[in-house]
Nanobody, 123 residues
Framework: VQLQASGGGLVQAGDSLRLSCEASRDTLRSYAMGWFRQASGKEREFVAGINWNGYVKYYGDSQKGRFTISRDNTKNKAYLQMNNLEPEDTAVYYC?????????????????WGQGTLVTVSS
């Protein structure tokens, strides 16, 4: 599967953004999905994950209840809705797919990665 992340941009603190991840060359329902982010000079960290059918969602500690992950298998897309953005959320955001239907939290658990989309939050 190939993944294409989009939706990043420059926003102000308190704004919202919706990131999208579109799959091609395979159907998204075969994979659990995850979103990770990597700020400049820092390691890539887990943000959110969703199982293959969307019934199970789980989040990293950094998003503090402000982010929502979702998916639409009919459109071959996954999403990350980010509300009340903070300057600390500034990072390149990556979507990832794993054959494990339940997903995971570690980078090593995901086999496919999108190219990343930059989110910049100004104060």
């Amino acid at each position: 599967v190939q993944l294409q992340a989009s939706g990043g941009g420059l926003v102000q603190a308190g704004d919202s953004l919706r990131l999208s991840c579109e799959a091609s060359r395979d159907t998204l329902r075969s994979y659990a999905m995850g979103w990770f982010r990597q700020a400049s000079g820092k390691e890539r960290e887990f943000v959110a994950g969703i199982n293959w059918n969307g019934y199970v969602k789980y989040y990293g500690d950094s998003q503090k209840g402000r982010f929502t992950i979702s998916r639409d298998n009919t459109k071959n897309k996954a999403y990350l809705q980010m509300n009340n953005l903070e300057p600390e959320d500034t990072a390149v955001y990556y979507c990832a797919a794993t054959y494990d239907p339940l997903g995971g939290r570690r980078r090593s658990e995901f086999q496919y990665w999108g190219q990343g989309t930059l989110v910049t939050v100004s104060s």
